[in-house]
Nanobody, 121 residues
Framework: QVELAESGGGLVQAGGSLRISCAAS????????MDWYRQAPGQSRELVAR???????SYTDSVKGRFTISRDNGKNVIYLQMNSLRPEDTAVYYC???????????????WGQGTQVTVSS
């Protein structure tokens, strides 16, 4: 059974930094694409960052240059380092895992429970 557990969310002032983590279990971690999504109140869930099994990363335009996704295949953990945070980054951040072969079908993946990130102005 795949389980994803996020941690590290909290309240930070604009311009500050925060790192959130996601620990995965029940999967062959190195065979999975790992994502961070976020959902703000009243908005749809959006893909923020993705990292492939091989370590290639991609980002939505609004976070490029500010956020960095990374993974530790030995510990089955991914991270999202968030710098220069803005109030519009406030959202629940969700970890998502999907097999590399199914990466184009995110609904086939598994979600974590989410962690709240709040950026005050």
């Amino acid at each position: 059974q795949v389980e994803l557990a996020e941690s590290g969310g909290g309240l930070v002032q604009a311009g500050g930094s925060l790192r959130i983590s996601c620990a995965a279990s029940g999967i062959i971690f190195s065979s999975y694409v790992m994502d961070w999504y976020r959902q703000a109140p009243g908005q749809s869930r959006e893909l923020v960052a993705r990292i492939t099994a091989g370590g290639s990363s991609s980002y939505t335009d609004s976070v490029k240059g500010r956020f960095t996704i990374s993974r530790d295949n030995g510990k089955n953990v991914i991270y999202l380092q968030m710098n220069s945070l803005r109030p519009e980054d406030t959202a629940v951040y969700y970890c998502h895992a999907v097999r590399t072969s199914e990466a184009q079908y995110p609904w086939l993946g598994t979600w974590g429970q989410g962690t709240q990130v709040t950026v005050s102005s």
